[in-house]
T-cell receptor
Framework: GAGVSQTPSNKVTEKGKYVELRCDPI?????LYWYRQSLGQGPEFLIY????????DSGLPNDRFFAVRPEGSVSTLKIQRTERGDSAVYLC????????????FGPGTRLLVL | DQQVKQNSPSLSVQEGRISILNCDYT??????FLWYKKYPAEGPTFLIS?????DKNEDGRFTVFLNKSAKHLSLHIVPSQPGDSAVYFC???????????FGTGTRLKVLA
């Protein structure tokens, strides 16, 4: 079956611009997660959705970052006024229910802010 | 104040030999532990997991060992194959939660 998909695979933007990153989870998975992986680091948690609602957004670094999941399936991570420090690989994962079972990751979106 | 540490950034092993990857954590509240494998330009792929009620879990060539008193887990790959060459991340969690905390990864290279 299809895994988690993310688009675009690569995104280059200029400092100050707005970007949207999309995640399509595994069909039937109600839980969706966003992580960010900087060079030489492991993935760091950003936000967790259970259904349509953000159950925990404590990992979002500041209010320039926002994520939505309006229909409980596809999610979009939105970054306003991008900064060079936002450059990273943004990973999306999904799991069947949420609350401890295995998370399955997509290939990530590599964001480069010039 | 890293909660999960993988102190070896890289490891080289001869094909057919054992690969041992290590991971240390600081918080005894963590009770669910996982290993992920990552190839370049791909997302992390789940490999194996273990809960704190066990000290060993085996799946084919992969075995994870958990030493709760030492707050240490390890991944053994036997025999190692060139296709195992990748970056390996350990991740920890607390049951009933959803937030994984990852280590910084160990790059394994299996030499043919």
């Amino acid at each position: 079956g299809a895994g988690v998909s993310q688009t675009p695979s690569n995104k280059v933007t200029e400092k100050g611009k707005y970007v949207e990153l999309r995640c399509d989870p595994i069909s039937g998975h109600t839980a969706l997660y966003w992580y960010r992986q900087s060079l030489g680091q492991g993935p760091e948690f950003l936000i967790y959705f259970q259904g349509t609602g953000a159950a925990d957004d404590s990992g979002l670094p500041n209010d320039r970052f926002f994520a939505v999941r309006p229909e409980g399936s596809v999610s979009t991570l939105k970054i306003q006024r991008t900064e060079r420090g936002d450059s990273a690989v943004y990973l999306c994962a999904s799991s069947l229910i949420g609350g401890g079972e295995t998370q399955y990751f997509g290939p990530g979106t590599r964001l480069l802010v010039l | 104040d890293q909660q999960v540490k993988q102190n070896s950034p890289s490891l080289s092993v001869q094909e057919g030999r054992i690969s041992i990857l290590n991971c240390d954590y600081t918080n005894s509240m963590f009770d669910y532990f996982l290993w992920y494998k990552k190839y370049p330009a791909e997302g992390p792929t789940f490999l194996i997991s273990i809960s704190s009620i066990k000290d060993k879990n085996e799946d084919g060539r992969f075995t994870v060992f958990l030493n709760k008193s030492a707050k240490h887990l390890s991944l053994h790959i036997v025999p190692s194959q060139p296709g195992d060459s990748a970056v390996y991340f350990c991740a920890v969690s607390t049951s009933g939660t959803y937030k994984y905390i990852f280590g910084t990864g160990t790059r394994l290279k299996v030499l043919a």
